[in-house]
Every structure is written in C-alpha cells, then in structure tokens.
C-alpha cells in the first residue's frame, strides 16, 4: 500500500455529499447485517442452533450468541482504530464491509443443529465474532470519513448521516423479516424463510468495492500524515499505545456516557420483540412494524439532535437526552405491559426519541475528544466499549432479569443505573472540555 502523503487540498461541496452519502451508506449496510441476527436471535436461532432445554434457555442461548458479537467489537476497535490512525480511514471501512458481508452470507447458509449437530452452535458463534469484529471495525471509519470531510461548523450534521445507518438498519432488517414472515408459513420460515434477510448480505460486497474505487482518504488524515512525516513517522509510535498511556480515561469515559443509549436501543429492537411475543402473546408481526415505525422517526430526529448540537454544544444536547432515557425508564415498561400495540408504540416512540436526541451528536462528539493521529483508536474503543457492557448484555441480561424477579420494573431499573453512570460520565468530560478552553 502506497503510504506517501498526498496534498492536503479543501474539498469540493460534491466531495462532501459523496463522501457523507458513502459513509451512511457503509453504515447502513453494515448496521442491516448485524440486526438481522438480533431479529433471528429473538425469532428462531434458539430452536434452530441450541434445541435443548426450555423456550428460555434457548432463547438465552441465542442472545449469549448476540452478545459474543458485542464482545468481539473492541477488537475490531483496536485492530483497525490502530491501522486507520496510521494508514487510513477508507482501506480499515473496506476490510470491515468485507468481513461483515462475508460472515453474514454465511449465516444465511449455515446448517442447523439438526444438519450437523455440535458444529452448527461452534460456526454460528465464530460467524457472529466476526459480525463483531467488523462491526467494531466499521464505526469509526465510516464516522471520520464523515466528520473529517464535514464542512466548517457542519460536523455534528455530517456526523449524524453515519448514526443514520442504524435505524436504516433497523428499518431494513424489520422490514425483510415482515416481507420474508408475510409471504411464507410459519413452518417455511422456520426451515428457510428466515435465512433470506442473512443473504442480502452479498450487497454489503458491492458497498465495499465502490468505496475501495471511488471516495479519497479525508483530509484530516492526510493533513496529520504529513505532518507526522514531517517528525519522522518512526518516532510517532502507536495510537493505540498513546491512548492507553495518556488517554484511557477518556475512554472509559466515553463508553459510560454512551452505555446507556446502546443498552436501551438493543432491549427495544430484540429484548421487547422476545418479551412481547413470548410472555405477552403479541403477534410477531405487529411488533415488528412498531418497531419498524418507531425506528423510521429517527430519520429525522437524529439529523435534528446533530444539527441543533452544531448550534448550543454537543454536551448539552447528549445530556438532556440521557435524562429522559431515566425518566422514561419506568413509564416505558409500564406501558408495554399492558399488551396493548398502542402503548407499546407511545413507550417505544419516546424512548427513541431520547436515544436519538443521545445519538444524533454522539459521532462528532466521540470525534471532538480526541486528536486526528489517535482519533479511529480513542473513538472506536470508546463507542465498542459501550456496546459490549451496554448492547451486548442488555437483551441477555433482561431475559434472567425477568426471569429472576417476574417484573419488567427490573429491567426499568437496569436502565435508570446505566443512565447514572452516563450522566456522571457526561459531567466529567463537560469539565475536561471546560479545562481545555479556559486553559
């Protein structure tokens, strides 16, 4: 690979939309493929992958399945935060879709339990570790590629067109699931219906292909490249190295304050869809267009949270919207228990609302923390960090919460706690960043 730095030039308006829409683009993609398996997770993947014992355990099963994904995020973080810093943004977004297309497909073709006995649950789990690395991967990528291409005072914006690839996710995994479920049997989505939204992954190749060819590498990146070799690059040393000696607070800090909003998301989109349809009795299919629905109003509520970030603070914004997720916390499942689609869709609707007001400035944010030679490391480990005690254990951790205590206020309770630690965590980087400027 041809590591010269080239001349740092402004970008073209063209160039920003272009980069801006492949971003979003390569986040949607990549957030599609790591859902699916959320969807599957809660639908059918414990009947399928891990038969015995009763319709909890499986189901557990299946979510400690989804949450080895979460886990494999940091290294995926690290590996690439460490490549991006020091040889780009565009060639570790690459590799990412390639892996997550790949492993998704496979997926898709992976025979059950029933085929291949033990050998099924081992290769759905390695499957799913390599979703998590190349989910882990991509964020960051996908998130300075946007923000490192954003126009003056416009990157909470640009960074929000990356945090719309996830409730595109959504929208396109719900939606493949209702069209797929709509147009089989039970019994046929339950022997090959379900494999078809896994197969869509083949496109992720296509995104990938397009990237390689047709986006140029920021110019952040190439700006602290030559400056970089301007020191001799031989002295630099490595991102990751600088963030665990000067800047692992930081981290951490990030991953407290964002824990909550992932943890959330994910008891939304797969913990309820099991609850409801499990312990509720409610139809598979209205859930999923209610999560459908709700998911299609963060189109516009996180571009909005963003833009407002760019005009009052980013802080202040992602503050407010950690609040609401505690306040929202207990109204939220009281209204879900009521079985009534209604109310699960207020419940629901609110609470994205505050996730997205959380997300929108979440990307320029994270950004903002960090200089642009360390940046894909300290950004990346702080996000994956989140999902892994945040996402990752949330819908497994709501199952034995249920399970345990017979009531969902447990679950109102796991999200209140998280929502402390974020608003202690967003209080400390408030002050940190109020040290800076004064300093």
Known sequence: MDTAPAPVTTPRPQSHRKVATAAALASAVEWYD????????????????????????GVLAAFATFAVGFLARPLGGVVAGHLGDKRGRKPMLVLALTLMGLATTGIGLLPTYETIGIAAPILLVLLRVAQGVAVGAQWGGAMLLATEYAPEGKRGVYGSFVQLGVPIGVVSANTMFLVVGAATSDSAFAAWGWRVP?????????????IH???????EFRAAERALTEKEKSEKGSPLRTILRGHLGTVFLAGGSFAVNTATFYILITGVLDYTTRELDMKRSAVLAVSLCVSLTQLVLIPAAAALSDRVGRIRIYAFGAAGIALWAVPLFLLIDTGSLLWLAVGTFVASCFLS????????LFAELFTPEMRYTGASLGYQIAAVF??????????????????????????????????????????????????
């Open 34 to 57: 790591y859902f699916v398996f959320g969807i599957a997770a809660a639908l059918v993947l414990g009947d399928l992958y891990f038969p015995a014992g009763s319709s909890s355990a």
């Open 198 to 210: 896994f197969l869509v992954g083949l496109f992720v190749l296509v995104l990938a292909w397009y």
């Open 213 to 219: 060819r047709h986006v140029e590498e920021t110019p």
């Open 357 to 364: 007001i959380m997300y929108g400035p979440q990307a320029a």
């Open 390 to 439: 945040g996402g990752g254990l949330a819908p497994f951790l709501m199952v034995l919460l249920l399970e345990a205590t017979g009531t969902s206020m447990a679950v109102s309770a796991y999200i209140i706690g998280l929502s402390v630690i974020a608003l202690l965590s967003i209080k400390v980087l408030a002050g940190r960043a109020s040290s800076r400027t004064e300093g």
